[in-house]
């Protein structure tokens, strides 16, 4: 590829470096603010190009930096992080964006980028929707855990671990709650409920989405 080059990939800025080989001219700098619109503009310059390539590190952004760089008609190599980091060797000078940006260029120019695949679009959703149900469920998790804890930290009789999951149950817990906690334990109670009726609801959406 006449020109190479790494972006690293930060939540202020991308900061890029990349080599015209032909010419051997290298050009660093900074894409700022790091969002959709500034790259795009940026990319403009490889314009009606096919033999440009830039790698980046699997971290998070690159979804849309990749898919800038794909739209743009650059060729896009995400690397491994940690395999990238390995690469580098013992450091001898500090490690900076700018190192950063060079070391992926370089990876990408000698063949020995440790790199990822691509998963498309539908996939990179699909994966999207199961990282917020996983959230959720552990949320849901963390508040029904919460009840348990009030109810056994105002000596409360302890009730089963599939309490909430019948309407025999949750009339049990009420009533456990209203005849053993204090005003500030049952609305503690409450909240948690609330909590965990609306994150069901949304788990019950995610749930069908992902089947379908």
Same mark, same amino acid.
């Given at each position: 590829?006449?020109?190479?080059?790494?972006?690293?990939?930060?939540? =202020?800025?991308?900061?890029?470096?990349?080599?015209?080989?032909?010419?051997?001219?290298? =050009?660093?700098?900074?894409?700022?603010?790091?969002?959709?619109?500034?790259?795009?503009?940026?990319?403009?310059?490889?314009?009606?190009?096919?033999?440009?390539?830039?790698?980046?590190?699997?971290?998070?952004?690159?979804?849309?930096?990749?898919?800038?760089?794909?739209?743009?008609?650059?060729?896009?190599?995400?690397?491994?992080?940690?395999?990238?980091?390995?690469?580098?060797?013992? =450091?001898?000078?500090? =490690?900076?964006?700018?190192?950063?940006?060079?070391?992926?260029?370089?990876?990408?120019?000698?063949?020995?980028?440790?790199?990822?695949?691509?998963?498309?679009?539908?996939?990179?959703?699909?994966?999207?929707?199961?990282?917020?149900?996983?959230? #959720?469920?552990?949320?849901?998790?963390?508040?029904?855990?919460?009840?348990?804890?009030?109810?056994?930290?105002?000596?409360?009789?302890? #009730?089963?671990?599939?309490?909430?999951?019948?309407?025999?149950? #949750?009339?049990?817990?009420?009533?456990?709650?209203?005849?053993?906690?204090?005003?500030?334990?049952?609305?503690?109670?409450?909240?948690? #409920?609330?909590?965990?009726?609306?994150?069901?609801?949304?788990?019950?959406?995610?749930?069908?989405?992902?089947?379908?």
């Amino acid at each position: 590829m006449p020109i190479v080059g790494g972006l690293d990939i930060h939540r =202020k800025q991308i900061t890029f470096d990349y080599r015209d080989t032909p010419t051997g001219e290298v =050009k660093p700098g900074q894409i700022a603010p790091a969002d959709r619109a500034h790259l795009r503009s940026w990319l403009a310059r490889f314009a009606g190009r096919d033999d440009v390539a830039f790698a980046l590190e699997g971290c998070t952004g690159w979804r849309y930096v990749a898919e800038e760089l794909a739209g743009a008609g650059v060729a896009a190599h995400v690397a491994e992080p940690a395999d990238t980091a390995f690469a580098r060797g013992r =450091k001898r000078h500090a =490690k900076t964006d700018k190192t950063d940006s060079r070391h992926l260029r370089e990876l990408l120019a000698e063949g020995r980028l440790p790199e990822c695949w691509i998963p498309p679009s539908r996939i990179l959703e699909c994966r999207a929707l199961l990282e917020t149900y996983h959230d #959720l469920r552990a949320e849901h998790t963390a508040w029904v855990q919460r009840i348990h804890a009030v109810l056994f930290h105002q000596g409360a009789p302890a #009730l089963g671990a599939g309490t909430l999951r019948t309407e025999q149950g #949750l009339a049990a817990l009420r009533a456990a709650a209203a005849a053993h906690l204090s005003p500030a334990g049952q609305l503690q109670v409450t909240t948690a #409920l609330d909590m965990t009726d609306m994150l069901e609801t949304r788990l019950h959406e995610l749930r069908h989405q992902l089947l379908d």
